[in-house]
């Protein structure tokens, strides 16, 4: 069974450009998680979707920042302008449901490493 | 608000011996879900272990186990017979409703 697939694994863009990224969860996954890991942190998180229905986005900083998932499947996390500070890794993730007090397994994708230069 | 504490930053271990990764949270839940996940340099987050908190009895995974503590609020991970391959950041989490991650341990197994 294939596991959370992310593209790109690397991106680098200038500052003010745009960016998006790109995740596959697994299949029959309803819970996919758009998580932010700075160097040397641990994730955070950064949008959380139950199908297609944001249930928890007070994370992320709605500015610059929009998500999607149209069809309750794939998702997309865009950055619109970028800035240094965005340099980070992207880090999807899924599980089945969300279950009942956050027991749901996660499971992780590679990640997109960002580089805003 | 949960938080949670990984007080280790780096730690080392001779292959073949048994180190102890420390992590603690703060919660006012009773019930609530406590992960420790593997991160191997450049590639993705595994899995090592899970506790349910209405369990007593620790978790073990092969050569992974749990130290649970519930009312100190204690999460410690041990690696028996530690190997190579278990070079990684290790990151402690707990769940309730949203995954809160502590800062990671950095471990490296020497040969």
């Known amino acids: 069974e294939a596991g959370v697939v992310q593209s790109p694994r690397y991106k680098i863009i200038e500052k003010k450009q745009p960016v998006a990224f790109w995740c596959n969860p697994i299949?029959?996954?309803?819970?996919l998680y758009w998580y932010l890991q700075n160097l040397g942190q641990g994730p955070e998180l950064l949008i959380r979707?139950?199908?297609?229905?944001?249930?928890?986005d007070s994370q992320l900083p709605k500015d610059r920042f929009s998500a999607e998932r149209l069809k309750g499947v794939d998702s997309t996390l865009k950055i619109q302008p970028a800035e240094l500070g965005d340099s980070a890794v992207y880090l999807c993730?899924?599980?089945?449901?969300?279950?009942?007090?956050?027991?749901?397994?996660?499971?992780f994708g590679p990640g997109t490493r960002l580089l805003v230069l | 608000a949960q938080t949670v504490t990984q007080s280790q930053p780096e730690m080392s271990v001779q292959e073949a011996e048994t180190v102890t990764l420390s992590c603690t949270y703060d919660?006012?839940?009773?019930?609530?879900?406590l992960f420790w996940y593997k991160q191997p340099p450049s590639r993705q987050m595994i899995l090592v272990i899970r506790?349910?908190?209405?369990?007593?009895q620790n978790a073990t995974e092969n050569r992974f186990s749990v130290n649970f503590q519930k009312a100190a609020k204690s999460f410690s991970l041990k690696i028996s017979d530690s190997q190579l391959g278990d070079t990684a950041m290790y990151f402690c989490?707990?769940?309730?409703?949203?995954?809160?991650f502590g800062a990671g341990t950095r471990l490296t197994v020497k040969p």
């Open positions: 993730a899924s599980s089945l449901g969300q279950g009942t007090g956050g027991q749901e397994t996660q499971y």
């Open positions: 299949s029959g996954h309803n819970t």
């Open positions: 979707y139950e199908n297609e229905e944001a249930v928890d």
């Open positions: 919660t006012s839940e009773n019930n609530y879900y």
């Open positions: 506790q349910e908190a209405y369990k007593q």
């Open positions: 989490a707990f769940s309730n409703n949203d995954m809160r």
